[in-house]
């Protein structure tokens, strides 16, 4: 994920797949219903859109920087015929309302973050859940701190996960 800093794009955040579990455990945790909307700051290879459409029955809307990865999310998304539930924005996320989010998932960095903090604070409605993998958004009261253990034969938590109530 890169942000606009004045002078061109800079990238604030590397892509990095959340594993398959570790994305359901964070749409559980924010409690994800049918019908709610989904938005995946960085949205990579568009994996979490699609989980939140195809097991948790949302819409889900990526918002990724990086154009191959758009290709990459839209061929996938065209394949399982899922256009009508998920949607990719090729764009920086800083560009693109959150308002309509009722959940806004991110695995981005505790810098990264902090630099998208204003913008979610200024945007998102009341109610609205942010989980985050790994990271805390400093400032930021959790509602739920979740030690969690993709491979239960490694036998100790491999993940953090984060979940905040606006």
């Known amino acids: ?23 359901r455990r964070l749409l559980t945790l924010a409690e994800l219903k049918p019908g709610e909307i989904l938005y ?8 979490t859109v699609i989980m939140a459409a195809q097991e948790f029955g949302a819409i889900g809307v990526g918002i990724e920087l990086r154009e191959d990865l758009v290709k990459q999310s839209l061929k996938k998304i065209a394949q399982l015929k899922l256009e009508d539930r998920v949607k990719i924005i090729h764009a920086n996320i800083f560009d693109v309302d959150l308002s309509p989010a009722d959940v806004v998932y991110m695995y981005l960095t505790t810098s990264a973050n902090e630099k998208v903090r204003p913008k979610l604070e200024a945007e998102l409605k009341k109610g609205a859940r942010v989980v985050s993998h790994d990271y805390e958004i ?25 979940l905040y109530r606006r």
């Open 138 to 162: 400093v400032g930021w009261k959790a509602a739920k701190v979740e030690r969690f253990c993709e491979n239960p034969r490694l036998g100790y938590p491999t993940h953090t996960l984060y």
């Open 40 to 47: 995946d700051l960085g949205s990579g290879d568009g994996r």
């Open 1 to 23: 994920m890169r942000m606009e800093d004045g002078g061109g794009s800079v990238f604030i955040s590397p892509f990095v797949a959340s594993p398959f579990p570790v994305i």
